[in-house]
């Protein structure tokens, strides 16, 4: 069978074989009249016995079969049809999505579905031109991805077509959920887990009808759940089943041993309490969406990804990655809690832009942190960054994904704390799409330049408590202040920008970067909203409050 191209995709006209289906169904119509008529005929004639009426009733009992048969093939011929059209108006739709992204970057797709892109004049400064090629390479792993997927659904099609037509044919036809053709699986695992991976993702879920996208997430929602690229909602709907089935697992698990014996099985406990932490959550009912992006309970640590705001809608999305001992039964309500507030702060700055757009934080433990009990030594030590390596480009592709699914990306931060800053390090030097990045309480980072990150001059940000010893440390690379070009932002006392007497705190030690009144919190915040002018820098104006009963 020839191989499809993008070239032929582009020949195809969907209307041509929608009006040949309804040829098909006019003709359909005529068989079952036809049928009808015999069918009213023999009823109304005389009665006829003996053996020539039994061979004429024979005679015609299969001749109705016959006719019936004849409809029956030339329905399903016709649903096919109409499913074609509906598959290849949706490759088409996948090339005009490629063309679309291309030329907001200046470049284009040839006959062929190659991507060219203009020549780059230098700017002359480095960090500019990597954050230039940064766009471009972004721009061409997804244009490729969406034209990728179009020729495989244009080629799954063709090779469903032909299955049913000679199912139908042969009278073995097992029908699909849909318009006589099965649905379309996702990309191969191998594709969805690299960085570039969302953008497929992302096309293949465009490229499903709206009954293909439900009947995927109530039948398969392990397609859906996971994947990066597709719409929140639509993941959410799909991580609810994934939920129940890990609930159900966790319970059995915890079944099998004795009460009082409960805590000594750790992982099986924490297990069963992260999947009650992130009920608990998704169970709450204080006006703010919540969706759930990701439950997997088959590691160590399980992991999961929700959300504070609706991520399908928001103009600011930012993302959130923990560090050492993160986890869901441990951190999963009080990060929850504190972002509702971070939220309602970010939304402020952005009020105070004139924009009217929506905030939304996403709570990302989309990899098993480091805990205490892995020690020192092994492979997922808080001291090693293997698992930091290991889980970067899940980072990568999970951002890519946001901006994947929507017709306009939003405007996305990311927020790394501790350890989570080693793993958001490696993360940027993949194409990962990001626009200002905030790392706090660092213990280092693989990061030697802005030009490495990909990311615009002045969009990476760090925060380092004077008591904080982890951010001290330098432990992993480089101190990230040492990064030329960095943005250093107070985590100390200071005076909210345009007041003269209205402190914020500082934050002690390495776990209050996020509390409320900090001035990290406020330079978090503005980070979130995209408002860098309301940052603060050390060495500002600090009030310090005297305390009641003491000279001042």
């Not at 441990?330 to 939304?347: G, I, N, S």
């Amino acid at each position: 069978m020839p191989q499809i191209r993008v070239r032929d995709i582009r020949r195809f006209k969907p209307a041509a074989v929608l009006e040949v289906a309804h040829q098909l169904e006019t003709q359909r119509r005529r068989v079952i009249a036809a049928t009808e008529a015999v069918l009213r005929a023999r009823s109304s004639g005389q009665s006829w016995t003996g053996a020539a009426a039994l061979a004429a009733a024979a005679r015609h009992s299969g001749s109705l079969a016959r006719l019936a048969e004849v409809a029956t093939a030339i329905g399903v011929t016709a649903s096919v049809l109409r499913g074609v059209a509906g598959r290849m108006e949706a490759s088409l739709a996948l090339l005009r999505r490629a063309e679309r992204v291309a030329w907001g970057r200046g470049a284009w797709t040839d006959p062929d579905g190659f991507v060219q892109v203009p020549h780059r004049l230098p700017t002359g400064d480095p960090t500019t031109d990597a954050h230039v090629s940064r766009l471009d390479a972004l721009m061409v792993d997804e244009v490729r991805r969406w034209l990728d997927e179009a020729v495989r659904v244009a080629a799954a099609t063709d090779t469903e077509t032909h299955r049913v037509l000679l199912g139908a044919a042969t009278r073995s036809h097992a029908p699909g959920p849909t318009d006589g053709l099965g649905v379309v699986p996702p990309p191969p695992e191998g594709a969805g887990g690299r960085p570039d991976g969302a953008f497929a993702n992302a096309a293949w879920w465009r490229s499903l009808t709206v009954v293909e996208r439900r009947w995927a997430i109530g039948h398969r929602p392990e397609w859906v759940g996971p994947r990066d690229g597709i719409p929140a909602w639509d993941r959410h709907q799909a991580n609810l089943l994934l939920l129940s089935r890990a609930r159900s697992a966790a319970d059995d698990a915890l079944g099998r041993v004795p009460p009082p014996a409960h805590r000594n099985d750790v992982v099986a406990w924490e297990r069963a309490a992260s999947i009650a932490a992130i009920d608990a959550v998704l169970a709450k009912r204080d006006g703010v969406t919540r969706h759930l992006l990701l439950v997997d309970s088959s590691g160590p640590v399980v992991r999961a990804v929700t959300t504070v705001g609706n991520v399908d809608r928001a103009g600011h999305v930012t993302t959130f990655v923990g560090g050492l001992s993160t986890s869901p039964h441990h951190d999963l309500r009080r990060y929850d809690e504190r972002f509702v507030d971070m939220r309602k702060l970010a939304w402020t700055k952005t009020r105070g832009a004139g924009e009217a757009g929506e905030v939304a934080i996403v709570l990302w433990m989309g990899y098993p942190a480091p805990q205490w009990r892995d020690g020192g030594l092994g492979p997922r030590s808080v001291l090693r960054d293997d698992l930091a390596r290991d889980w970067s480009d899940d980072l990568a592709s999970f951002t890519n994904g946001i901006a994947a699914s929507r017709d306009e990306p939003p405007h996305q931060g990311l927020w790394a704390h501790s350890y989570g800053s080693v793993l958001a390090g490696f993360a940027l030097q993949h194409s990962m799409r990001m626009d200002d990045v905030a790392l706090f309480g660092s213990p280092g980072t693989s990061l030697d330049s802005l030009a490495a990150a990909g990311l615009k001059p002045g969009s990476l940000n760090v925060l380092a408590s004077p008591s904080d010893p982890v951010a001290a440390s330098g432990w992993f690379v480089r101190d990230p202040r040492d990064v030329p070009g960095v943005a250093i932002l107070s985590a100390d006392c200071a005076l909210k920008p345009g007041s003269t007497n209205e402190p914020l705190k500082g934050s002690s030690g390495h776990s209050a970067y996020l509390n409320d009144g900090t001035t990290s919190e406020h330079n978090l915040a503005a980070i979130a909203a995209g408002r860098p002018e309301q940052r603060i820098r050390p060495g500002g104006p600090c009030l310090v409050v005297p305390r009641p009963g003491l000279p001042h």
